[in-house]
């Protein structure tokens, strides 16, 4: 089972249960986040980047360990 992190909450959910927003969609204030929170579980937009930063950072160092964790990590967000 895969999990996500969400904007605005410290507990991660399921992915399925999760929705991801287009990077041109992304809301802009803190009360547009609040909002959308009482109807959708939005996946936090830093988890993108922190994927990304961290597979890079694994094949620069071919660290396969590391590329093992964050494979399937990646491969749940592309589901979303």
């Not at 992304?26 to 597979?55: G, Q």
């Amino acid at each position: 089972m895969s999990i996500i992190p969400v904007q605005g909450s410290e507990v991660m959910y399921a992915a399925k249960e999760v929705v991801r927003l287009g990077g041109k969609r992304l809301l802009k204030s803190d009360s547009d986040w609040e909002f959308l929170s009482e109807f959708l579980l939005v996946m936090n937009p830093n988890w993108t980047r922190y994927l990304s930063e961290k597979r890079r950072e694994a094949k620069e160092q071919q660290d396969n360990i590391l590329i093992g964790e964050v494979e399937p990590q990646r491969a749940a967000k592309q589901r979303l």
